[in-house]
C-alpha cells in the first residue's frame, strides 16, 4: 500500500497511521467546535434574537435551537464522511479498496 502524498510515500505503516490520526484528530476538533457554537452559544441571546421573525412568523431563536442546530450538525456529519473518504484516506495511502485486499488476503 503506497500512500498517493510523495510526502508520505517514504514513511511507514506506523508513522502514516500516528500522521493520519492527528490530523483526523484535528479535523475533529474543529468540526466539533462549530457544533458546539452552532448548538449552543444562541441560547443566550435567544430574547434578543426572538425579537426577529422568519419564514412564517417563527422567532429566530426558537428556529436556531429546533432546526437550524439540527441542520448544522447533519451537515457536519456528511462532511467530514466525505473529507475523511475523498481528502484524508488518499493522503495517507489508506484507500478502503486496500483495506479489504488487506483482509481478504492476510
Known sequence: MTATDPRYAQMSRDQRLHAYWRENLRMIAVLFVIWFAAGYLHPP???ALNEIRILTGF???????????????????????????????PKYGFHEEESRTEDANP
Do not use: E
Not at 426558537?62 to 456528511?78: D, G, K, N, P, R
Open 45 to 47: 441571546f435567544a430574547k
Open 59 to 89: 422567532p429566530l431563536g426558537y428556529y436556531l435551537a429546533s432546526q437550524l442546530s439540527l441542520a448544522i450538525f447533519v451537515v457536519l456529519i456528511f462532511f467530514y464522511a466525505w473529507w475523511a473518504n475523498n481528502v484524508l484516506d
